[in-house]
């Protein structure tokens, strides 16, 4: 799985930390365990309302505290959501903004 952020954290982009987590099989560097909760989280929501089975890409906006925008990819579909988090990485507030198309 790709992001958009290319120079540190998968999640946020930082790049003052150096945590790894396997998501989906894949080693990916996050700046701490937050977001890598948070990553994986999102990860598992995203696949629950898709129904897929992998992501091949995800693009994300804003923070933490704008809350994000995202766009998941899978081959030639995809998936725009939102999400906020609570400052320990659980999740707030999850949602698709593709509720009139179906996926
Ligand atoms: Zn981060």
């Known amino acids: 799985m790709k992001t958009n952020n290319e120079t540190g954290c998968a999640l946020c982009n930082s790049t003052w930390g150096e945590y790894y987590r ?7 560097l ?3 365990n937050i977001c890598a909760d948070i990553f994986e ?8 309302e898709t ?7 995800v693009e994300l906006h804003g923070n933490y505290s704008t809350s994000r925008n995202c766009v998941a990819r899978h081959g030639k579909k995809q998936f ?3 999400f906020r988090t609570y400052s320990n990485g659980e999740m707030m507030e999850f949602r698709s903004k593709d509720e009139n198309k179906p996926i």
């Open 41 to 48: 989280d999102m990860v598992k929501k995203v696949k629950e």
């Open 30 to 32: 996050f700046c701490c």
């Open 51 to 57: 129904g897929w089975k992998k992501l091949n890409e």
């Open 22 to 28: 396997k998501i989906d099989g894949q080693k990916m």
């Open 80 to 82: 725009n959501y939102y």
